[in-house]
């Protein structure tokens, strides 16, 4: 069931980490939370060009194996 805008519950949003509620101004409850999402958003990041590079050499792999058997 949705809540109405005018319920009883005062404006708040929730922390994306813990989910405590929050109010609407704040991105965090705390500067643990804080740091948490930020380092899960660090190893995100690092996860996807560790994967984009290994795409890349995969390929590179596959290019230079295919030269080579050419030629064979």
Not at 47 to 64: Q, S
Request: aromatic letters at 4%.
């Amino acid at each position: 069931m949705s809540q109405k805008a005018s319920g009883s519950a005062p404006a708040h949003k929730h922390c994306p980490v813990c989910g405590i509620s929050i109010a609407p101004t704040k991105d965090y409850c705390s500067n643990e939370c804080r740091e948490i999402d930020e380092n899960g958003q660090k190893r995100m990041k690092n996860y996807r060009r560790l994967t984009l590079l290994l795409m890349v050499a995969a390929l590179v792999v596959l290019l230079v194996l295919s030269l080579f058997l050419r030629r064979s």
